[in-house]
Nanobody, 115 residues
């Protein structure tokens, strides 16, 4: 079992920045990769970024150059630095941890980009 606790969402103006954090606990040794997904109202959940334990990173085209994912293996935490935020980035952001047995999800954190 893996537990994920997210933090860092909120309301920000267009062009602003936020940093999301996701701390994993439990069977963390089996996690690979970790990442972030988001879901806007009326839309399907979509990938934002993932990072593997050895550092391989994958970004959605819509966030390349604006978002940065990083991982602190010692703290079992993954971060998502979001810069130059746009209204279309508004969504609930979910942390994800994949293991050979199952995929785990955090409770979600709301990010709202609005003036």
């Amino acid at each position: 079992q893996v537990q994920l606790v997210e933090s860092g969402g909120g309301l920000v103006q267009p062009g602003g920045s936020l940093r999301l954090s996701c701390a994993a606990s439990g069977s963390v040794f089996s996690i690979n990769p970790m990442g972030w997904y988001r879901q806007a109202p009326g839309n399907q959940r979509e990938l934002v970024a993932t990072i593997a334990s050895r550092g391989r990173i994958n970004y959605a085209d819509s966030v390349k150059g604006r978002f940065t994912i990083s991982r602190d293996n010692a703290k079992n935490t993954v971060y998502l630095q979001m810069n130059s935020l746009k209204p279309e980035d508004t969504a609930v952001y979910y942390c994800n941890a994949d293991t050979p047995r199952a995929a785990y999800w955090g409770q979600g954190t709301q990010v709202t980009v609005s003036s």
